[in-house]
């Protein structure tokens, strides 16, 4: 099975800061990896796919990038709606693998 | 517009069965994959299984093959994540999700059931 990690685990930032989260991957998983958030009592939302997509409707704030084994989510300047959680997955195999979370809250 | 709209909160006893659903709208839902994720109480995601309905093609995560039953009615649209006996560590929220192509991210989610289990 592949392992999905991030860091940091959690993190308190101010509106408007720049915010990077990283994943990894045990293993090579090309770009098969897609960012979700997940706000309190809420499902899960998918935010970016092959590594770096935008997925329709997701601000230009947000981006990824990476390939292999090591990925970054990046929040250009954080906004008061961007406080969540957000979850790394891969999708190059079976079992399909999230990361722990990191959990993104207001300094 | 993409939808998948599940059951509502079920409470139940340890050792009892249950049957959850998933309802697709808005797209083809016999072509996409529908897969289910816990998430238990304060805790992150987990893959549980993977169905497609055009063919009922089903994959488990280790962690949960021969603990859940996941099927499908393409007739009626519906996925479902079963239960045999349930235990008290099946509390959790469920979330079913549509896989964008074959081979692709989950991109539309349903609401979530909560499933509470308590002697």
């Known amino acids: 099975d592949i392992q999905m990690t991030q860091s940091p685990s959690s993190l308190s930032a101010s509106v408007g800061d720049r915010v990077t989260i990283t994943c990894r991957a045990s293993?090579?998983?090309?770009?098969?990896l897609a960012w979700y958030q997940q706000k309190p009592e809420k499902a899960p939302k998918s935010l970016i796919y092959?590594?770096?997509s935008l997925q329709s409707g997701v601000p230009s704030r947000f981006s990824g990038s990476g390939s292999g084994t090591d990925f970054t989510l990046t929040i250009s300047s954080l906004q008061p709606e961007d406080f969540a959680t957000y979850y790394c997955?891969?999708?190059?195999?079976?079992?399909?693998?999230f990361g722990p979370g990191t959990k993104v809250d207001i300094k | 517009e993409v939808q998948l709209v599940q059951s509502g909160a079920e409470v139940r006893k340890p050792g009892e069965s249950l049957k959850i659903s998933c309802e697709g709208s808005?797209?083809?839902?016999?072509?996409?994959?529908i897969g289910w994720v816990r998430q238990m109480p304060g805790k992150g995601l987990e893959w549980m299984g993977i169905i497609y309905p055009g063919d009922s093609d089903t994959r488990y995560s280790p962690s949960f093959q021969g603990q859940v039953t996941i099927s499908v009615d393409k007739s009626i649209s519906s996925a479902y994540l079963q239960w045999s006996s349930l235990k008290a560590s099946d509390t959790a929220m469920y979330y079913c999700a549509r896989r964008h192509g074959d081979y692709g991210e989950f991109d539309f989610w349903g609401q979530g059931t909560l499933v509470t289990v308590s002697s």
């Open positions: 808005g797209y083809s839902f016999r072509n996409y994959w």
């Open positions: 997955q891969q999708y190059d195999s079976y079992p399909l693998t």
């Open positions: 092959a590594a770096s």
């Open positions: 293993q090579g998983i090309s770009r098969w």
